[in-house]
């Protein structure tokens, strides 16, 4: 069964602390995963696609990898504004199907 | 503003109501999605609409009812709802159905007493 999974469920850092947030997953085959941001009171921002092993992208203070079964998602010297809930999504390369995590909801205290 | 506006921001209904939440994009995206999110879950796929046909419609319950009559705009038609319909609903677009770089709105927070 196709499955999406992200730990911890919630992260307490002090700014300036780094630190990662992971998603593993169980699909038959990946087309893609995504990573997205959200902030209470408002819908998801879509920051990443990343679509094979080994690949890495980056957005500020932010650094997604992949690897066969999980991805991370690095946060460098973090701000309070970067307190949000992170969600991870996969799309399997059958069907239409897209599922996401439950998410991790970051603190950063100044 | 993200280029997906979904109105109400929030809405309380009783479960013998009728209401409608409604979603815009002027991002000239041709697919259109509802999702559900409640608290501890993940994002659950409703419903998508590509050039204003429905081409999944995820086991969602009669009692939630979409219609698109036109590729900007997107409705969800809501009656005789239960406690458990409680949720965030959020509006999505992107470019085509299978492009999930999606376009999200900022949701309509649904309280069913």
């Known amino acids: 069964e196709d499955q999406v999974t992200q730990s911890p469920e919630a992260l307490r850092l002090q700014e300036g602390e780094s630190s990662s947030l992971n998603c593993s997953y169980t699909?038959?085959?990946?087309?893609?995963l995504f990573w997205y941001r959200q902030d209470p009171g408002k819908g998801p921002e879509f920051l990443f696609t990343l679509y094979s092993a080994g690949e890495e992208k980056e957005k500020e203070r932010l650094k997604a990898t992949l690897t066969k079964k999980e991805s991370f998602l690095h946060i460098t010297a973090p701000k309070p504004e970067d307190s949000a809930t992170y969600l991870c999504a996969v799309q399997p390369n059958t069907g239409n199907q897209f599922y996401f995590g439950t998410g991790t909801s970051l603190t950063v205290i100044p | 503003e993200t280029g997906v506006t979904q109105t109400p921001r929030h809405l309380v209904m009783g479960m013998t109501n009728k209401k409608s939440l409604k979603c815009e994009q002027h991002l000239g995206h041709n697919a259109m999605y509802w999702y559900k999110q409640s608290a501890k879950k993940p994002l659950e796929l409703m419903f998508v609409?590509?050039?204003?046909?429905?081409?999944e419609n995820n086991s969602v319950p009669s009692r939630f009812s979409p219609e698109c009559p036109n590729s900007s705009h997107l409705f969800l038609h809501l009656h005789t709802l239960q406690p458990e319909d409680s949720a965030l609903y959020l509006c999505?677009?992107?470019?085509?159905?299978?492009?999930?770089?999606?376009?999200f709105g900022s949701g309509t927070r649904l309280t069913v007493v």
């Open positions: 699909v038959s085959g990946l087309r893609g």
């Open positions: 999505a677009s992107s470019q085509d159905p299978g492009d999930y770089g999606y376009t």
């Open positions: 609409y590509n050039f204003k046909e429905q081409t």
